[in-house]
């Protein structure tokens, strides 16, 4: 740029210092504007005109710089970065290093996304220090008394667990988002205790009321959108009102010995039924099988009846003798059978009535009149048995 050297020597002449040495350092007249310029080869000359600057100047330089560095900013890797320009949203940043127009043109804020953060419902935990202490906890039963669907009071204590999910709305949609959720938790589990009986509040059905108040909550949150998503919401506890306590504790009791009766008795029949189907069984097989033994039986007589009956129309004395030696065959090979012999004449003088009733167990018992006595009518090496046959014989 040009100095205009005509202005400055008439300043000095007015201030009484006379000429005004040029850049050169040569006493001469002032280059008109437009037809020279300094020489900045020289460094020691424009430090020294550099030093000849103010003290404010010099202020407003390093405050200008300074403003222009507090642009400069981190967004840490659990953050996201939303960035106002003039008071209205610009754009969301991610985790990383970044630069902003500084203050007042932007603005910027970096809610933590990922922190899991938690709200209490009909209680406050007590804080020891920097953690909670397990099971040291306040109630609050103007948060806790809920009335169920059959008209009984409970008590429920629970918490919820959130994160952010849209960063835009959670900031500016609502100025207290922890109070939002606070409150849309309670209304959303009290709708949905108020559908729910008190035995089911009590005993098994706590996993369905949590999974039912987890979406009741997060339609409401999304109705209000505030960028919020609901994780999990947990029952701490769930107990009657300490004046009917005792009351709930007996009715407790006796459904636990209900349960433990039905449970035996299931027991028992799961015992009983296959025993009794397995002796049923059995019963049904032997039946089955002595209906076949009988048959088989039946039909294998029938047909030896037949042959025989064959055998006899073509021989009938052959056949007629034939089965009468069978017989007597089989009779006398029964073990155990004793045989009396006689000849003729003895059996002729004998009457043919044997002592069949008490004669094998040796009671004494005298033959019949006329008989002979026992030397005369078998050996001395024979002895009297249960059954006996008499055979008579020839001269």
Same mark, same amino acid.
């Given at each position: 740029m040009n100095w205009d050297w005509d202005k400055l020597q008439e300043k000095r002449q007015r201030q009484g210092r006379g000429p005004v040495n040029n850049p050169r350092g040569r006493n001469e007249e002032p280059t008109p504007p437009g037809e020279g310029r300094p020489d900045f080869g020289n460094v020691s000359g424009m430090f020294k005109r550099m030093s000849g600057m103010k003290g404010s100047g010099w202020l407003l330089l390093v405050a200008v710089g300074v403003w222009l560095l507090s642009g400069i900013y981190i967004v840490n890797p659990d953050e996201q970065g939303v960035i106002l320009r003039f008071g209205k949203y610009n754009r969301t940043v991610e985790p990383g290093p970044h630069y902003a127009l500084p203050y007042p043109i932007e603005s910027r804020f970096t809610p933590k996304v990922t922190q899991v953060q938690r709200v209490e419902v009909g209680f406050r935990s007590m804080m020891q220090g920097s953690t909670f202490q397990q099971g040291a906890n306040r109630a609050v039963p103007e948060e806790a008394s809920m009335l169920t669907g059959d008209e009984?009071?409970?008590?429920?204590?629970?918490?919820?667990?959130?994160?952010?999910?849209?960063?835009?709305?959670?900031?500016?949609?609502?100025?207290?988002?922890?109070?939002?959720?606070?409150?849309?938790?309670?209304?959303?589990?009290?709708?949905?205790?108020?559908?729910?009986?008190?035995?089911?509040? *009590?005993?098994?059905?706590?996993?369905?009321?949590?999974?039912?108040?987890?979406?009741?909550?997060?339609?409401?949150?999304?109705?209000?959108?505030?960028?919020?998503?609901?994780?999990?919401?947990?029952?701490?506890?769930?107990?009657?009102?300490?004046?009917?306590?005792?009351?709930?504790?007996?009715?407790?009791? #006796?459904?636990?010995?209900?349960?433990?009766?039905?449970?035996? #008795?299931?027991?028992?029949?799961?015992?009983?039924?296959?025993?009794?189907?397995?002796?049923?069984?059995?019963?049904?097989?032997?039946?089955?099988?002595?209906?076949?033994?009988?048959?088989?039986?039946?039909?294998?007589?029938?047909?030896?009846?037949?042959?025989?009956?064959?055998?006899?129309?073509?021989?009938?004395?052959?056949?007629?003798?034939?089965?009468? *030696?069978?017989?007597?065959?089989?009779?006398?090979?029964?073990?155990?059978?004793?045989?009396?012999?006689?000849?003729?004449?003895? #059996?002729?003088?004998?009457?043919?009535?044997?002592?069949?009733?008490?004669?094998?167990?040796?009671?004494?018992a005298s033959p019949a009149p006329g008989a002979g006595s026992p030397a005369d009518t078998k050996t001395p090496d024979e002895k009297p048995a249960n059954g006996k046959t008499l055979l008579r014989g020839g001269k």
């Open positions: 009984n009071i409970v008590n429920v204590q629970f918490s919820v667990q959130y994160r952010i999910k849209d960063p835009v709305e959670y900031l500016f949609n609502v100025s207290n988002p922890g109070a939002v959720v606070k409150s849309a938790a309670e209304a959303a589990m009290r709708e949905v205790i108020g559908n729910s009986l008190i035995d089911s509040a *009590l005993t098994d059905g706590k996993l369905q009321i949590q999974t039912e108040a987890t979406q009741l909550l997060q339609e409401i949150l999304d109705r209000y959108k505030i960028g919020v998503q609901v994780l999990a919401v947990q029952l701490q506890n769930v107990h009657p009102p300490q004046e009917v306590s005792d009351a709930f504790k007996d009715v407790a009791s #006796a459904r636990e010995d209900k349960s433990r009766i039905i449970n035996e #008795a299931e027991a028992y029949r799961n015992e009983l039924l296959p025993k009794a189907r397995g002796a049923a069984a059995a019963v049904e097989n032997e039946a089955e099988a002595y209906k076949e033994t009988r048959i088989r039986g039946a039909e294998g007589e029938s047909a030896r009846f037949l042959a025989l009956l064959a055998e006899y129309e073509q021989a009938r004395d052959i056949t007629k003798k034939r089965m009468y *030696l069978e017989a007597m065959e089989e009779i006398l090979s029964r073990p155990g059978m004793e045989k009396l012999v006689l000849p003729s004449e003895a #059996a002729g003088r004998t009457l043919p009535l044997l002592p069949l009733l008490g004669a094998g167990k040796g009671d004494g």
